[in-house]
């Protein structure tokens, strides 16, 4: 099998795992020290993984109904919010660009558009105000619906995290929930809601995530594939 990666020697890895980005790249991290010459093999080994997880990241993408990997889109779909915007960009001498929304979820982006990176900082400062006009409200109404109280409730766009919970009872949510499923990110809610009465994945921990979804394996399987439903433009 000829396949391209690359690889990352991690001081921290205690074995080799592999690593799909949403562009279809693949990273193989390795512990220091580590064999190189071994990964042929070990991605041999892997071939039906490697298969699979493309397979499951064009479906998801293809769901989504957007290209994923556009550095300017012309659609935005947000499901966990049933909004799909269409996206305009009108040059003009300004040096930076402003997002308007008009009606019919049209989404205009005016002033320096020619500028690719200009365009992704706004509109993930678009994104960002979005999901903190709807994710705090949607987690406290999924908190008095199960009855799993909370101090406070921050917005972030973190890298690798969907949401986390302080021993405080603070809960931070990623704004890239936006892009994924209702479902998906009430299951997140649910999770980050049962951490502040266990701060643990303890046997009691899911006990709890299940007595408020027992559907949580299936979602938090699918979970794990869900950035490949986050833009590239998010990413970077």
Not at 213 to 226: G, I, Q, V
């Amino acid at each position: 099998m000829s396949l391209d990666y690359t690889v990352r020697e991690s001081p921290k890895a205690k074995h080799v795992s592999l690593k799909m980005s949403i562009t279809g790249d693949l990273e193989v991290i390795v512990p220091k020290g580590f064999d190189q010459k071994r990964i042929p093999e070990i991605l041999q080994s892997k071939q039906r993984w490697i298969e699979r997880v493309v397979r499951r990241m064009v479906t998801q993408q293809t769901q989504a109904g957007t290209d994923v990997l556009a550095e300017r889109p012309n659609r935005i779909a947000l499901q966990a919010i049933a909004q799909t915007w269409q996206v305009e960009y009108r040059t003009t001498d300004h040096p930076g660009v402003r997002v308007v929304e008009r009606s019919n979820h049209q989404l205009i982006l005016q002033g320096n558009t020619t500028d690719i990176e200009i365009c992704k900082v706004a509109l993930q400062q678009w994104i960002a105000s979005k999901a903190k006009m709807y994710l705090p409200s949607w987690l406290q109404k999924v908190s008095q619906e199960v009855r799993l109280p909370f101090q406070q409730v921050s917005v972030r766009q973190q890298k690798t995290i969907w949401g986390s919970c302080s021993v405080r009872k603070t809960i931070s949510l990623n704004c890239k929930l936006l892009f994924l499923p209702k479902p998906l990110v009430r299951y997140v809610l649910i999770h980050e809601l049962c951490h502040t009465v266990h701060l643990n994945h303890s046997r009691d921990f899911w006990a709890l995530v299940s007595k408020h979804e027992p559907d949580y394996r299936s979602l938090d399987t699918s979970l794990r594939d869900a950035r490949y439903l986050v833009p590239w433009w998010m990413e970077q």
